[in-house]
């Protein structure tokens, strides 16, 4: 009798590592399935995946700081005011700007919508953020074609908010108003998510199997086969007793068991279970605590397709929703505008930060105190001159003048230590310089544009050069010439190349 008690116990758990629809069934024990009713809204957060998805996403987007700008001619300048200090202070006295804008984000990420009620005063001026909840709200035609949120208060109030006071984020969406449900899209997947995690759950809390299976020799009558199955609920049932032997008062045969819990598919299922959970929130598995399929390589990679595709995503959302609904519309033609400071990202990685700075100070667009700034130290004087990649000198007027004495120098020098070699030598004759000219400011004119170029649009090289003030002069007149403007020639060519800079 003990036997067939060992394999129907045996059977029962190797079928439950064998599929879904078995791992149900040996939940409830064999009979009728108990999960076929689907995962809820209150049930969804118990499945450890989407607990901790909805946690990494919600967090990240709720830690990074939100700000007002205002463009300018050299960028942007950051607002302080009301609305600054709602966005990432107190946008109501009952929560904190964390907590509200965590929230909405994972009534979005796990129910498809989450709202928030703007109240502003008689100015038109927002005071307070409220957040609604997403059971209560939705959106619904009033009448010619004329979209309001419907608030249920109570079992028979209800009240109307216009578009423009709602702070609505939204999940992915079908018709661009309102956001799909992950407990309605996913529910299959999250039915299975949790039937697997109570089965374990279950299995270890009334754990009844011993660590090997013990057979009696010899048929046991009535009163044997009762003091058997006392000894083993006394002896092996419960955790803390798990895979203990037990010592029987009959002669039996041992024979090693394996539960469903040490099965490799039923291990596979639920590593299966996480990733297949993770695709709906799009978030890589390793930000759960997988590491299953991760090295430090890819975890790098996914890292950064987790900050520009997931996090961006939720970001720039939030960042057009407040645009359009917490500015008025003066301020939006004053160009003031609402963004994440994404910088923050890199708060928790020196190396990754430090790099970047030293980058966006060599080439010249971050000065010392915008540095300092970001890693909130005080700035220091003479810390706002930024850096010129060409020769890391400070932009200005000073650099411009370097610039422009470097280049005339360097063009006069090459053209008049060749003409005054010529035009003085003691052979000088007229017809042959004439050949030696053509030849040489073929050469030179190219020298001249490819020196000019990077800096000057449009270099047309004889408007830089001495060649067409030579031409209609005679051997005296050439020589005089050159001997007398080699001594102003290096300041005419500054001015000159100054005056196209």
């Known amino acids: 009798m003990f036997s067939v008690l ?19 069934t040996s939940i409830s024990g064999g009979g009728s399935n108990q999960y076929q009713e689907r995962v809820n809204n209150h049930t969804a957060l118990q499945i450890a995946t989407v607990f901790a998805c909805v946690k990494v996403v919600s ?8 700000h007002v700008y205002k463009r300018t001619q050299r960028g942007k300048e950051r607002q302080s005011g009301n609305l600054s200090d709602i966005l990432n202070k107190r946008p109501s006295k009952y929560y904190s700007a964390m907590d509200f804008r965590r929230t909405l984000t994972a009534h979005a990420l796990l129910f498809g919508n989450g709202y928030a009620e703007i109240v502003r005063d008689n100015f038109d001026q927002v005071v307070e953020l409220i957040i609604l909840d997403y059971n209560k709200v939705k959106l619904v035609d009033v009448g010619n074609g004329e979209l309001k949120y419907e608030v249920k208060i109570n079992r028979t109030d209800k009240k109307y908010l216009d578009i423009m006071d709602v702070i609505h984020i939204k999940n992915m969406s079908l018709d661009g108003c309102n956001g799909l449900s992950v407990v309605n899209v996913g529910n299959r997947s999250l039915t299975t998510a949790l039937a697997l995690e109570k089965f374990a759950g279950n299995y270890f809390n009334n754990n009844s199997f011993a660590g090997g299976v013990l057979s009696p020799k010899n048929k046991l009558d009535k009163d044997a086969y009762s003091k058997l199955v006392e000894v083993i609920e006394k002896q092996i049932r419960g955790t803390d007793k798990a895979h203990r032997l037990a010592f029987m008062p009959f002669e039996v045969e041992y024979q090693k068991y394996t539960t469903p819990n040490n099965d490799a598919q039923f291990l596979e299922s639920r590593q299966f279970a996480v990733r297949d959970i993770c695709k709906f929130f799009r978030v890589p598995p390793h930000k759960v605590s997988d590491l299953s399929s991760s090295n430090y390589a890819t975890i790098e990679s996914q890292n950064q397709e987790y900050l520009n595709t997931t996090l961006s995503s939720w970001l ?124 040489f400011y073929d050469k030179h004119n190219k020298y001249v544009l490819a020196t000019l170029s990077p800096y000057l649009a449009g270099v047309n090289p004889h408007d830089f050069t001495l060649e067409k003030h030579l031409l209609n002069l005679d051997e005296k007149g050439k020589r005089d010439f050159v001997n007398h403007v080699k001594y102003i020639y290096t300041s005419q060519m500054e001015q000159t190349i100054n005056e196209r800079l």
């Open 6 to 24: 060992k394999n129907k116990i045996h059977k029962k758990a190797m079928a439950a590592a064998e599929s879904v629809g078995d791992f149900f």
């Open 59 to 66: 967090e990240d987007v709720s830690t990074l700081p939100l």
């Open 316 to 439: 720039v959302q939030w960042e057009n929703e407040c645009y359009f609904k917490l500015l008025s519309s003066h301020d939006q033609e004053q160009e003031f505008y609402i963004e994440h400071l994404r910088e923050a990202l890199l708060k928790g990685d020196i190396n990754t930060r430090y790099a970047a700075y030293a980058i966006g100070r060599q080439w010249g667009w971050l000065s010392i105190n915008d540095i300092r700034s970001r890693e909130n130290m005080d700035t220091i004087e003479g810390g706002d001159n930024y850096l010129e990649p060409l020769n890391m000198g400070v932009v200005g007027k000073d650099y411009n003048t370097a610039l422009v004495k470097d280049l005339s120098a360097r063009l006069a020098k090459a053209e008049l230590n060749e003409l005054d070699r010529q035009v003085n030598r003691a052979d000088f004759d007229a017809d042959k310089f004439s050949a030696w000219a053509d030849n």
